[in-house]
């Protein structure tokens, strides 16, 4: 595992030692990991639906009424 030094601000680091001193998470170092991971999910995501969102711009015009979008939608992102 790669090693790193970073500086935080004051409201920051308190806040990752409160989490830790609350047991939520064993140390700052594994903060820090879930934190990276939940944002590079949330860019996942962000990735998927734009990439979408421009095959649907790309696409041209639908008859499809706004609750069938929306059904398609959902369905799409429930897998």
């Not at 064993?26 to 879930?34: G, P, T």
């Amino acid at each position: 595992m790669a090693r790193q030094s970073i500086s935080l601000t004051t409201p920051n680091d308190e806040w990752l030692k409160e989490q830790v001193d609350n047991k939520e998470y064993v140390s700052k170092s594994e903060l820090v990991n879930d934190l990276i991971r939940q944002a590079r999910n949330q860019q996942a995501q962000i990735d998927w639906i734009s990439a979408k969102l421009e095959t649907a711009e790309n696409s041209g015009f639908t008859n499809d009424s706004k609750k069938q979008i929306l059904k398609q939608s959902k369905s799409l992102l429930n897998g």
